[in-house]
């Protein structure tokens, strides 16, 4: 959004025809004290007001519903991938990329690495970590904040406007104005008035209806998990309740839903991460699906698949990512056996340790916990202090962790090669042809691993 008034006089709207969504017309005031003419100047916009979701039919065209059809079958069948909860961590981590590429910090560059540090220090000091640059810090607590707003939607009976306002505060805690909009927005030309707008939002007396008829959309199961999560994602950009933050509270939404159908159980998802890579064709997507006139028109049809082909085009390469990531996993997983075998033998010791130990036990948990401390694979694994270092000990000389101090009493242990395959994953996610080697990522990622 490029801009807001707080206030303004509104003239005539014209009157909404039941069940067709609309291009209004509304009249904006001269703003005499703006700072140029064009921006002074009054005159002619058109908010647009969409039907509502649960009362407009969904008439999907066969290719779009075989689409979904195989999008959500890749989607099942990455969550039973034998990396298990290894790729469940991906999401964990990707939230760091949400975090940043969706909030005011956006153009600040922290690895994984520093971020599950800064992580990890504020909570074994059980306040502020230290040490850590301000960058490392912010993001974590955004990450933490992300991932318990979008758990605790997750929980909720049925959704509320409540619950979204909510979820809203907590996203953007700086921002001034928390609540549904009371204030036409715009998105896209001046920041003075809307004329120039690429788009312009219902305008605020329609807020809260439409977001009833979207809270009661979330809460039902009438279309398939990814139909429904793309429908309402677009509606919600379209309705754009806030002055802020809509982008971000938008895609939490996503995984909210596919989450809360039960379709993803730890939004494992970058969904959002490709939608922001192909902002072209996002932008595109949310055009169409933007149309004017009768819910059941063609031109309504077409525009509702186009966006659709968008939304599932962008899960299916989130699959294929993540896919490429937990294969990348295992094939790591394996290596470090086969390290820790040759470690024990070099050792004297039985090449594989019993199975419920607690070095094997730590092995298989690394990938969801790339670090870790003594205390924290206590409370992991319920074992004792002793046996928890002794663990840790064994994989760092086996060359599986690397100690690095955290706090000034406080060693952590770093599986680095799984922050690698994360940063990696992360850059490709950032290129438009989701290989680096091909086209560079397309906004701000930590750089390439070095060694």
Known sequence: MKGYRLSFHRQKLCERISAVAAYLEASWPAAWGAPSRRDRRGGVYRPYLPDELVSGPLVLSPEVAQEAARAEGLVRRLTAHSAGHGVDGLARFLLRS??????????????????????????????????????????????????????????????????????HAMLLPEE??????????????????????????????????????????????????????????????????????????????VHTILTRRGLTPHAILPISLVLLTRSDAYINGLTAYRYAGDAGSQEARQGIDAWLRV???????????????????????????????????????????RADSAVVRLLDLLPAAPLVTARTVQGLLSVTHPAARQALEELSAAGILHPKQVERNTRGYLAREVFDLLTLTERRLASTRWDTRESPPARLVPARPQR
């Open 98 to 167: 949400e975090a940043i590429a969706s909030s005011r910090i956006e153009g600040l560059q922290t690895s994984p690495q520093q971020v599950a540090l800064a992580e990890l220090a504020a909570h074994e000091s059980g306040g502020v970590s230290k040490g850590f640059t301000a960058t490392a810090a912010l993001v974590a607590n955004n990450v933490s904040t992300l991932r318990q707003a979008v758990t605790e939607l997750v929980a909720v009976d049925a959704v509320s406007i409540e619950d979204i306002v909510a979820l």
């Open 176 to 253: 001034k104005h928390h609540g549904l909009r009371e204030v036409q927005t715009w998105v896209g030309g001046g920041h003075w008035q809307p004329l120039d707008a690429e788009f312009v939002p219902p305008p605020p007396e329609y807020v809260r209806p439409l977001m009833d008829d979207f809270v009661s959309y979330v809460n039902r199961a009438e279309h398939a998990p990814l139909i429904q999560a793309a429908m309402a994602h677009a509606q919600f950009e379209t309705i754009h309740p806030f002055t802020d933050g809509n982008g971000r509270v938008g895609r939490a939404m």
């Open 311 to 353: 939304f599932l085009a962008a899960t299916v390469t989130a699959v294929e990512q993540a896919e490429r990531f937990a294969d990348e996993l295992e094939e790591l997983r394996e290596e470090w056996r086969e390290r820790h075998r040759r470690f024990r033998e070099s050792q004297g010791l039985r090449p594989v340790p």
